[in-house]
């Protein structure tokens, strides 16, 4: 079983303040997708970091893969109370044929106080 | 794009009957679907993978004759449960994918109560 460890399960921050969540994996994935989860609703996908070393930029989120392709980073840079959600993170893997399945992390509940 | 819708949003059924929950991508034709349980507070757990006009493939511990999965067309999936029980309790999350070799879309969830 390949697993994915992300970090900080949970984070409460300040308006403003910058934070980084961590995901973790003794494995290689041909690829990472970070996803924001709102209560009730189904994950809506952020980004797909390919390439060791990869990143990407949305607006105020920044994320990193890894030179081996073990590991990622999503950073966010003067949070606001809008960024509220669960983060999760997510490694691709192949299950033959074309088509590839998502292992994903135990997520990080974030919360940013106005 | 990448539209993924789920019904029904929210079913209340008694123990022992089956409930149906459709899964369609909108706007794009899905050769995969996946179809996922969240416990409160937890992360997705992936409980089979559907491919159209094939056996779904089940990972393990999930029961294939419990979770029936159909994938009659490029659009829609269907999962059942049957029988329901109490411990079937849980939401459920359908994902389509085919635009790109990696990214799945997926729907909006089924809140499943059994009584």
């Known amino acids: 079983t390949q697993l994915l460890e992300q970090s900080p399960q949970f984070l409460s921050i300040q308006e403003g303040e910058n934070l980084t969540v961590y995901c973790n994996s003794s494995s290689v994935f041909s690829s990472l997708q970070w996803y924001r989860q709102e209560p009730g609703e189904g994950p809506v996908l952020l980004v797909t970091?390919?390439?060791?070393?990869e990143v990407k930029k949305l607006k105020r989120l920044t994320f990193q893969f890894g030179d081996a392709r073990k590991d990622s980073s999503l950073h966010i840079t003067a949070a606001q109370p809008g960024d509220t959600g669960l983060y999760l993170c997510a490694g691709a893997r192949s299950s033959g044929a074309g088509s590839y399945q998502l292992t994903f992390g135990k997520g990080t509940k974030l919360s940013v106080i106005p | 794009g990448a539209v993924v819708s789920q019904h029904p949003s929210r079913v209340i059924c008694k123990s022992g009957t089956s409930v149906k929950i459709e899964c369609r991508s909108l706007d794009f034709q899905a050769t995969t679907m996946f179809w996922y349980r969240q416990f409160p507070k937890k992360s997705l757990m992936l409980m089979a993978t559907?491919?159209?006009?094939?056996?779904?493939?089940?990972e393990q511990g999930v029961e294939k004759d419990k979770f029936l999965i159909n994938h009659a067309s490029l659009t829609l999936s269907t999962l059942t449960v049957t029988s329901a029980h109490p411990e079937d309790s849980s939401f459920y999350i359908c994902?389509?994918?085919?635009?790109?070799?990696?990214?799945?879309?997926f729907g909006p969830g089924t809140r499943l109560t059994v009584t």
């Open positions: 994902s389509a994918a085919n635009r790109g070799p990696y990214e799945q879309y």
């Open positions: 970091v390919v390439t060791g070393g």
């Open positions: 559907s491919n159209e006009g094939s056996k779904a493939t089940y």
